[in-house]
T-cell receptor, first 114, second 114 residues
Framework: AQSVTQLDSQVPVFEEAPVELRCNYS??????LFWYVQYPNQGLQLLLK??????LVESINGFEAEFNKSQTSFHLRKPSVHISDTAEYFC????????????FGAGTRLFVKA | DGGITQSPKYLFRKEGQNVTLSCEQN?????MYWYRQDPGQGLRLIYY???????QKGDIAEGYSVSREKKESFPLTVTSAQKNPTAFYLC?????????????FGSGTRLTVV
């Protein structure tokens, strides 16, 4: 079985400051890792994913996440946030061998202040 | 454009009443899912379907029912047996052939008991 822990429920940060949203997971099998973003009253959108290969993955809007197998982490980072990045962010895992159910973390609410 | 359409966006249910939430996709995805979202709890899986005419219970299926008569459609019925149905409901789909591309989500239905 898999589980996902997002270590911060809320992260307030000033505009143009760096941010890190932390995600740890546990699994007895190898997994794919995802970050999703949810804006108010909307569905989730895939932000980035790690499937294999390079442990550092990037999104088109400046976010990046690094897969750390030894620490079972997949933290999301952005060097300089914008007001428009205010949203809820979900880390998720999915087995890469036969399974297809995705397990989501509880979410981290990022609040960017002017 | 391809995507998932959920309707209605807002739904009000009286005590003892069954209601059905619609989910339609034109992505030609094999798998479809229903999640329930409550504040601070992330997403919890209600039902999922990998193929037409087949579906499985998720983690919180009690009080819900589904059907998958067409590849494009996966409606969710919230029955009177669901004692606390007020929540945000999200439908998602994924391409089983790809297996790891992540989910595409609809924009959600907010259900309120009145």
């Amino acid at each position: 079985a898999q589980s996902v822990t997002q270590l911060d429920s809320q992260v307030p940060v000033f505009e143009e400051a760096p941010v890190e949203l932390r995600c740890n997971y546990s699994s007895s099998v190898s997994v794919y890792l995802f970050w999703y973003v949810q804006y108010p009253n909307q569905g989730l959108q895939l932000l980035l994913k790690y499937l294999s290969g390079s442990t550092l993955v990037e999104s088109i809007n400046g976010f990046e996440a690094e897969f750390n197998k030894s620490q079972t982490s997949f933290h999301l980072r952005k060097p300089s946030v914008h007001i428009s990045d205010t949203a809820e962010y979900f880390c998720a895992v999915r087995p890469n061998t036969g399974g297809f159910k995705t397990i989501f973390g509880a979410g981290t609410r990022l609040f960017v202040k002017a | 454009d391809g995507g998932i359409t959920q309707s209605p966006k807002y739904l009000f249910r009286k005590e003892g009443q069954n209601v059905t939430l619609s989910c339609e996709q034109n992505l030609n995805h094999d798998a479809m899912y229903w999640y329930r979202q409550d504040p601070g709890q992330g997403l919890r899986l209600i039902y999922y379907s990998q193929i037409v005419n087949d579906f499985q219970k998720g983690d919180i299926a009690e009080g819900y029912s589904v059907s998958r008569e067409k590849k494009e459609s996966f409606p969710l019925t919230v029955t009177s047996a669901q004692k606390n149905p007020t929540a945000f409901y999200l439908c998602a789909s994924s391409d089983q052939k790809e297996g790891w591309g992540g989910y595409t989500f609809g924009s959600g239905t907010r259900l309120t008991v009145v």
